[in-house]
């Protein structure tokens, strides 16, 4: 033994530090990959945020002079555009808006004349509300169906039929039948509103989650029944079936856990689908949420509220889809160890 | 090739087509269905008992009778009519839509298939970034940039419907690409663009018009979503999604008929055309 420093050599490394180097590989590889997803999902966003600032801007149309209505004085137009700080060129404005826009403040709204924040933050929770809400709901339905459709054989045709027509029908087309039914002929809940307190809340977003779990928890259902019904397939579960392992056994342990995975990646894409989903449905319900605000933003051509919005609303897609891939490398050992191909 | 040989290829791809269909009576029947449906759509003049846009205050929220077949709405107009006019422009916006996304995302699939390399890698980050974000949203910051109408969403949705086309396709044609007739192709010195235009093009048709049946399916529910919150279709026009919004306050004073028939019929287009979907890409995969 010649060399001065031990370490660089393979026969002075004792097994533990070269096991604690390997797991320190281990977990610097994922580290480092989980920060460049990050970086990258951030850097979505931003572009996203940038690009529909410019397109608002380069919108046909004077914002100002829609709200200040059409004889306004060219001075009172100026004055105006001076006021919101429209006069500077669009990159410095798009600049002041990021800066602004990450301390929370999206600016003031033209039709309401009160801050952006000020808009969204009673909507926010009218929002959540109803969209995790709904992904209860899809998830016992789709869940409940698609399981039972996949496991048991007699029920695969009649499941398939049921998810193939609640696929084809949309939240609005729900809302109205489920509106004629329990709301107006056998009353238990109101047609429209938010409804004050946790129980008016959950009482009045009934319908409106159950319109927009129809259509997802069909789906839900559908890729549950085909993923177990592939899972239950292979070759390794009739292996455990000639082992002799008892039918629930074989079903918790060798097919619903293998077939998890398309399953958890569908709920994570309902939860982003549901929010797009909320934007029609809160209309239809008249509630007074974030959906309900981008819309008549975007009809009252209040840009600072509908940027807001639509950029809050592209941080939520990014960030579930993220969890999801974030899930995956937890749940998969294949993904984890990267061997997945 | 010569236009005969290329003509009796065509028409063997029909025959195989109709010899599916024979074995496939379900097809058939859900094929006729929505060639009805479109039917309907292009020749609502003739078939419309009434004027859709009549409107007449004495007659207004009529029940269904002989003179109006499924009532009148709020104005007094006969909802039949407008159901059957209102097919043209449900069926138009998802039409253009389609053709637009398959399009692009086939021309772009195909490219990238056959190119590989970086070209492939770049299409396939952008199509994973705009896969994120749902169709209707894009539609309705659309609108927030030109306009109320149908030209804002069906351009959007054209646009956020290209990731769906493109995955697809981009997997079939990388299988055909290692097919023995490409490099059949390619040894009697037929250029890239040839081979995957006259070649690799026909070969995954039927696939690519079973995804644009589904497509087609979806975009109906989605531009009828726009019409339904008033960011679409605007009146005196009108299409099935505008229908059930309209129909709202009468369905509130017990007279459902134009929001239910409005919204039965967007159900029925679409289960009929994803059906008509499911058929085409089984027989695709069989005839693999």
Avoid at chain 2, 130 to 156: D, N, R
Wanted: hydrophobic share 55%.
């Amino acid at each position: 033994m010649t060399t001065i420093e031990p370490d660089t050599s393979p026969d002075h490394t004792t097994q533990a530090a070269m096991r604690q180097q390997i797991t320190a590989r281990r977990i610097a590889r994922p580290a480092r990959s989980a920060a460049v997803a990050i970086g990258a999902r951030l850097l979505t966003i931003l572009v996203a945020s940038l690009l529909i600032f410019v397109a608002l801007n380069a919108a046909p149309g004077d914002p100002v002079r829609a709200v200040l209505g059409a004889h306004a004085s060219q001075a009172a137009v100026l004055h105006e555009r001076h006021l919101l700080g429209l006069d500077h060129p669009l990159i410095v404005r798009y600049w002041d808006w990021l800066g602004n826009a990450v301390h929370g403040n999206f600016g003031t709204s033209l039709v309401y004349k009160t801050s952006v924040g000020s808009l969204l933050s009673p909507r926010v929770g009218t929002t959540l509300f109803l969209v995790f809400y709904s992904l209860l709901l899809t998830l016992i339905g789709g869940l409940t169906i698609g399981v039972l459709g996949g496991a048991i054989p007699r029920l695969s045709s009649p499941t398939a039929v049921l998810t193939g027509v609640f696929l084809a029908i949309p939240a609005f087309v729900a809302a109205q039948i489920l509106v004629v039914i329990f709301a107006l002929h056998l009353g238990w809940f109101p047609v429209s509103g938010n409804g004050v307190g946790f129980a008016g809340q959950l009482r009045h977003l009934t319908l409106p989650a159950i319109s927009l779990a129809v259509g997802w928890s069909a789906w839900v259902a559908q890729v549950t029944r085909a993923a177990i019904r592939e899972t239950a397939a292979l070759e390794h579960v009739d292996t455990a079936r000639g082992r002799g392992i008892a039918t629930t056994r074989l079903f918790r342990r060798h097919v619903l856990r293998n077939a998890s995975i398309p399953i958890i990646t569908v709920s994570g894409l309902t939860l982003a689908a549901l929010f797009a989903g909320a934007v029609v449905v809160e209309n239809a319900f008249s509630l007074n949420g974030l959906g309900s605000l981008l819309v008549s933003s975007v009809s009252a051509k209040d840009y600072s509220v509908v940027l807001a919005v639509s950029v809050l609303f592209v941080a939520i897609f990014v960030v579930v889809t993220s969890v999801i891939d974030g899930l995956h490398v937890l749940l998969d050992p294949r993904i984890r160890h990267g061997s997945a191909r | 090739m010569t236009a005969t040989s290329m003509g009796r290829i065509a028409g063997r791809r029909t025959a195989a087509l109709t010899r599916a269909a024979g074995r496939d009576p379900a097809l058939t029947v859900v094929a006729t269905l929505c060639a009805l449906i479109v039917l309907v759509a292009v020749c609502a003049p003739l078939l419309a008992p009434d004027d859709p846009t009549q409107t007449d205050i004495l007659h207004q929220n009529l029940s269904a009778s002989g003179a109006h077949l499924l009532g009148t709405d709020a104005l007094g107009r006969d909802i039949l009519s407008r159901l059957i006019y209102g097919a043209r422009l449900s069926l138009l916006g998802p039409a253009l839509v389609v053709s637009s996304a398959v399009g692009i995302g086939t021309a772009l699939a195909i490219a990238s298939a056959w190119i590989g390399g970086p070209f492939d890698r770049v299409v396939a980050r952008i199509l994973d970034v705009l896969f994120a974000f749902p169709a209707i949203l894009l539609a309705i910051v659309a609108v927030a940039i030109f306009g109320e109408g149908l030209a804002a969403p069906v351009v959007a949705l054209a646009i956020a419907y290209i990731p769906y086309v493109a995955r697809v396709v981009r997997s079939v044609a990388l299988r055909e690409r290692h097919l023995a007739y490409v490099d059949a192709g390619r040894s009697l010195g037929f250029s890239g663009f040839k081979i995957c235009v006259r070649h690799i093009l026909p070969n995954v048709g039927l696939m690519i018009v079973a995804q644009a049946t589904i497509a087609f399916a979806s975009a109906i529910m989605d531009l009828a979503g726009i019409s339904f919150i008033g960011l679409g279709v605007q009146p005196p026009a009108s299409d099935w999604g505008l229908m059930v919004s309209d129909g709202a306050s009468a369905l509130l004073n017990d007279h459902p008929v134009e929001t239910l028939s409005a919204g039965g019929a967007i159900v029925i287009t679409v289960v009929l055309f994803n059906l008509l979907g499911e058929r085409l890409s089984t027989v695709s995969e069989v005839r693999r």
